[in-house]
């Protein structure tokens, strides 16, 4: 055996089989996947992909409801990439909303809608 400082051992339903000489050889193989299975494979990544989209902008949809029923702020995400609900009402100069707050505030300023905006664009 030489001295690598890995010790490979082999298993089989938890059994060990054999253990680790200088003349066991390993071999990896990942198996060919056939070009319509790989866009049958990419379809169904699509679709969970698009379920799962779909299924956090619902969520989204009631926690800013929520916001907007109490007058809170909602959070979603990790700090540097999330976003902040700012629900009816916010006042856009009091939370440094700027152009992305004021599309949706009426001429004093105030939130009309509620609005989900970045982290990233708040810096």
Not at 76 to 84: A, F, I, K, Q, V
Request: with cysteine; aromatic share 10%.
């Amino acid at each position: 055996m030489t001295d690598s400082g890995y010790k490979v051992k082999l298993f089989i339903a938890g059994q060990e089989i054999m253990p680790y000489d200088d003349d066991l050889s390993v071999e990896i193989r990942r198996e060919k996947v056939e070009d319509l299975e790989k866009q049958q494979i990419q379809k169904l990544i699509d679709e969970k992909t698009r379920a799962a989209e779909d299924y956090i902008d619902s969520v989204k949809a009631e926690i800013a409801e929520l916001a907007d029923k109490a007058g809170v702020h909602a959070y979603w995400g990790e700090y540097g990439n999330g976003e902040t609900y700012f629900p009816v009402g916010t006042d856009v100069q009091a939370e440094y909303l700027g152009w992305e707050g004021s599309e949706y505030a009426d001429e004093n300023g105030i939130l009309t809608e509620g609005v989900w905006i970045s982290s990233s664009s708040m810096c």
